[in-house]
Each structure stands twice: as C-alpha cells, then as structure tokens.
C-alpha cells in the first residue's frame, strides 16, 4: 500500500493540494512583500517616541526591510530552482517569524533595525517562489488565473495593509502590529506544511549553486534590459520616497489621524493601479513609458513648489495622485519591455528587476528624513524623476520597438 502522508521534502504523498488552497496560499505570499513594508507605516512617528530616536533613524528600519526584500529575492529565487519550493519556503517562514517575534521585543532603534532586515528576506522567500509555484502547477487558462489573482492581491495589499494597521493602532501600538503580522506568520507556516511540493527532482536544477548565480552576470551585460530596469527602479525610488515620508508629513505637517493617514494612502494606491490598468491601452509600450516619464518630471517639480511654499492638503494630495498615477504606467510597461530584452533568462531578469527596485527603495528612505522633510522629499522626487527620464529615452532612443526581433538584449 503506498503512503500517502508527505514527508519534509513533500514527494511521497498521493494527496494533491486543490486548486482554492493554492490560490489562497500564494495570494497571501505574494501579500508578504507590501504588508512587511506598510503595515506599520502609521505608527512611525509614534516609534520615534517609543525609542527615542530621529526620524530618520525610524525610517531605517524601512530602509533595512526593503534591502532585505530584495537580497531576498535573489537567494530564495535560486534556492528554490535547485532544492524545490517547499522546503525554503518552510525556512523563509521560520525565520520570518523569529524577526517579527524579535522586533517586538528590540530593546532598542538599531537591533530593531537590523531585525526588520532579516524580516525583508524572510518575507522575501514568499514572494519570489509563490510566482515560480504557479508557474509550476497551473497551464493555460488555469496559469493566466493564478496569475491574474497573485496581481489583483498586488494591488489590494499595498492599499489595505495601511488601512489594517492604521485601525491596529487605534486599539494598541506598534507592537500591536507586529503581533498581527506574526499571526499572519502562523497561518502561513502552517499552509507550508500543507502545501505538496511542485517542483518535481527531474526539474529541479542539477547546476551547482555558485553557478545559478552566475546568470545575473549575463542578465546585467543586456544594455536595454538594465536601461529599462534603472528607469524602473528610480521611478519606483519616488514611490518608496512618498511611503517614507507621507506619515510624517500627512500625520505631523497637515495634522491628521493615523487613521485617516492610511485612508490617504488607499486613494493614493488606487492612482497606482489606475496608472498600470491603462498602461494596456497603449498599442506601444514604448509610449506609455514616454507620457509616464514626462508626467512623473512636471508633477515632481510641482510638488516640490508645493512643500516648500506651504501649499494646503488639497493640492498636495491632488499633485501626488497624479504623479502616482504617471508612476502606475511605468510599472507595467517598464516591466513588460526589459522582459521582452532578457527573455531567455527570465527566470533570473525577474528577481533582479523585483530587487534593485527594492534596493534603489532602501537608499531613499532615510534620505527624506534629513533636515526639513518637506523640502528633502521634493528634492528626491525631482532627482529620481530626472534620472528615471534620462534611463527611459537612452532605452527607447537605443533600439527599436520590443514587439522587433530581439537579439542578446540589443535591437
């Protein structure tokens, strides 16, 4: 009789995991990345109290959980080629609640820093191999489902976790919050445990590690492919700049709730996903990298009129829901051209994509917190805005359209 309970690895088992526990599963591991960074964005300013620290040593703790998102990414993503995807999504989660446990009980700014890194990467995990697990158990239609509600969970996570923490807070503190993520934590684990294996021993990859790594060298020689990752990353770095900054300025400057904080941050999110649904309209992704480009340039410019000379809440708000929504169309169509410029390591061009966006994210976030916060977050959004402009039309002036026969990267 043939056992039907899995062992650690998952391979001797009968039973198959349905197809709603799958969707459910990677929806919540494709949440991991947006609820780590911006559930307890409300309660920043209050933990400059807590610990009694600057603000800009708060939002380091940002900062450390970004580079930790992106190192992440491309330890796990490999990881999981060669070993499968179960056993380093049991250890991502692991380790994920082991930080998240710590974090709440950090005696002080700097080791609650270096913890939120370790949370990045272990969160990280979820993220990278929920995109490869689809991958390897959906086909056709039932592929492009999986697909499409890991993308809709994209885009409801970054506007509810605020809106969750924000309500969090209203009942207790930041702790609070780190308490529901290790719960979430929890849930997680345990759909690991229940989770088959998917990746099959004759797929895995039978390359030495070292060498999985050595793709990313190849990846990055793609002189379009990085154009168009750079352009990506800066524009991307004017969104981590607004996440940094927005509780400071919303809560302190304008003087509103936490609460309504994360209410501004649901209408902001909501010109993210407008921007990147309309990005398909365009017959050239091309162009829709150009308007977005010119659009993120005049609104950058605007806003840091608008920060410097005191300009109410209305307009403020009004600038940044336009600029997010330029940012919205980049997201898609960037995306959708450096891939179509490094297609034969697609695999490898995607966690670098995913990481240096969240690298270039971990450099601004401390920046908006020198000195005055309204007039250092208008200066970097100009300053990446520019530089996301410059990579655009080196990309596009460089080569030809991507629906073109593409050639080792270059047209």
């Known amino acids: 009789m043939k056992q039907t309970k899995k062992n650690w690895k998952g391979t001797s088992t009968k039973r198959r995991n349905t197809a709603f526990f799958l969707f459910v599963f990677l929806g919540m591991l494709t949440a991991f990345g947006p609820f780590v960074t911006d559930m307890y964005l409300p309660s920043l300013p209050t933990m400059t109290s807590f610990f009694g620290t600057s603000t800009s040593m ?15 990414q491309i330890l796990f993503g490999p990881l999981s080629d060669k070993y499968g995807r179960r056993s380093p999504l049991i250890v991502s989660m692991l380790l994920f609640l082991f930080s998240t446990l710590a974090c709440i009980f950090a005696p002080n700014i700097e080791v609650f820093i270096a913890l939120r890194f370790v949370q990045g990467a272990a969160g990280a995990g979820g993220i990278v191999i929920s995109r490869s697990i689809a991958t390897d158990k959906f086909k056709g239609a039932n592929l492009a489902k999986a697909l499409a509600v890991i993308g809709a969970i994209n885009g409801i996570a970054p506007v509810s976790a605020p809106v969750i923490g ?23 684990t345990a759909g690991c445990f229940h989770f088959n294996e998917s990746l099959s021993h004759s797929k895995r990859s039978k390359e030495k590690l070292s060498h999985t790594f050595v793709l990313f060298k190849i990846v990055m020689q793609k002189r379009t492919y990085m154009l168009y990752v750079l352009q990506q990353a800066f524009a991307l770095a004017i969104l981590f700049a607004y996440i940094a900054s927005s509780p400071f300025i919303i809560q302190e400057h304008y003087g509103f709730s936490p609460l309504a904080f994360s209410l501004f941050f649901a209408l902001n999110a909501l010109a993210l996903m407008g921007g990147a649904g309309l990005s398909a309209k365009f017959k050239r992704q091309e162009n829709s990298v150009i308007t977005s480009c010119v659009g993120m340039m005049t609104c950058s410019v605007l806003l840091f009129v608008s920060l410097v000379s005191g300009a109410s809440i209305v307009l403020f708000e009004g600038l940044l829901f336009v600029l997010l929504f330029m940012l919205g169309l980049t997201l898609t169509s960037a ?3 450096a891939m179509e410029n490094a297609r034969e390591q697609a695999g490898t061009a995607s966690a670098l994509l995913g990481a240096a966006s969240f690298l270039f994210g971990s450099i601004v976030s401390p920046l908006v917190g020198m000195g005055d916060i309204l007039v250092s977050t208008g200066i970097t959004f100009v300053i990446c805005a520019a530089a996301s402009c410059l990579c655009g039309w080196a990309a596009i002036h460089g080569h030809t359209p991507h629906t073109a026969v593409i050639n080792n990267g270059v047209c």
Do not use: E, P
Request: proline content about 0%; charged content about 0%; overall charge positive.
């Open 58 to 72: 708060v939002q380091l703790g940002l900062t450390a959980s970004m580079l930790g998102l992106a190192a992440g």
């Open 335 to 337: 995306t959708t051209l």
């Open 166 to 188: 924000g309500a969090v807070l209203k009942v207790t503190n930041w702790q609070g919050i780190f308490a529901v993520l290790f719960a979430v934590g929890l849930a997680l």
